[in-house]
Each structure stands twice: as C-alpha cells, then as structure tokens.
C-alpha cells in the first residue's frame, strides 16, 4: 500500500471513528437512562444551564486541553492545541447528529431503553478504537487520558476506565447539588463507565492486529 492509500485509509479510521462515537453519544441521550460517560460532563451543564450539547462539548474540550498543559507542562507540544478545532467539529457533529434523531420518541419499555444504552456503549467504543488509531489529533478528553498515560505509565484501556468513571462521579455531584437529582446521570452512565473502556480493550485484543496491519503497521 502506497503512501497515499495508507493516508487516506487513516482519515477513514479518523473521521469515521469519530462520527460512529458522536452516533454513540446521541444513541446513550435517547436511552434516557443516562449519556455515556464521555460527555456526561458537557451534558450535565446542557441540563443545568440550558445549553446546547454541541457548545457545551466545545467548552469542555476547552477545558481538557488547559489541564494537558497543566499536566505535561514543558512535554505539551503546541500541536495538540489542534484538538480545540476537532473538539468544535465534535460539537458540531453533536448538535447535527441531534436534531436529526430529534423527532425519534424514546421508548416506554425499560428493558429496550437498557438495550439501546448497550448498543450506544459499542458505537463509543468502536469510535474511540477507530479513531484513536492513525494517531491524529485526539479529542480532547482522550488527549488528556494519553497525557496521563505519558505521566503514569498506565495502559490506555486502564486509564480510559478511571477517567471515565470520574466523570460520571463529578457529573453526579453537580446535578445533585444543581437541580436536585441525578440529571444526566443514569444506571446507564455508570453501567457505560464500566463497559467502555473494557469494551475498548476487547476490541483492541481482537481487531488491533487486523487493524494495524490495514494501517500499514508491522
């Protein structure tokens, strides 16, 4: 595979992964049993304030990349400031991928809210293992979780699990003391918490040596 073919099959990991992720996000709002824990947190400032979920994303990547230099310091290359426009396009991919399943009802039946909770995990996590891959510009809060991993020394699956579960507690914490309940936080948040970061690590177990050699990878 020449080096053309290898670039443009990494923009396909890219972009495609990120848009099965924004898939997964939208897919955990319409469970109504809690979003995933990757935007529990921007979601919660859409149920406290009003704010649009889209905008709310781009502030918290914002936020994300603030705390990368604060973490890495003098090792934070000024490339990674390239997520704040992959955190806007996230956003926007967001308030798109809503309003198109605005006017899907969200079902009655909790076992099939639950059901629908499950796929959204999968779409996550086969958007993070997807995109994640060519190694571009992360999003944000993944950029974080590898600074983290770059201090640490801890695997990524690992970390993405500890991260994820910290952000459903922070996300509970504030709708408690905001509005007075769990808000955006759901059985399916914590039950995502869990699952993502495993789900992510099984899919590399299984499909990483599949997909590094469709990268062009040894």
Known sequence: MDDKKKFGVKLLFYFGGLIIMTL??????????GVTPISSIP???TVVSGMDLGIATMLFSVFMVLLQILILRKRFKPINLLQ??????FGLFLTAC??????????DSFVLKFIIMLI??????LGVFLYVSPRFIPLAPEGFIIAVTQVTRLSFSTVKVIFDVVMVAI????????????GSVGVGTVVAAILVGNEVKLLTKLFGGWRDCVLGRK
Not at 171 to 182: A, D, P
């Open 43 to 45: 979601y919660t400032v």
């Open 98 to 107: 809503g309003k198109l399943m605005a006017p899907i009802p969200v079902p």
């Open 84 to 89: 704040l426009p992959i955190g806007i396009l």
């Open 120 to 125: 959204s995990t999968v779409f996550v996590a």
């Open 24 to 33: 997964g996000v939208v897919i955990s709002v319409k469970s109504d049993l």
């Open 171 to 182: 996300s509970m914490v504030t709708c408690l003391l905001m509005i007075h309940s769990l």
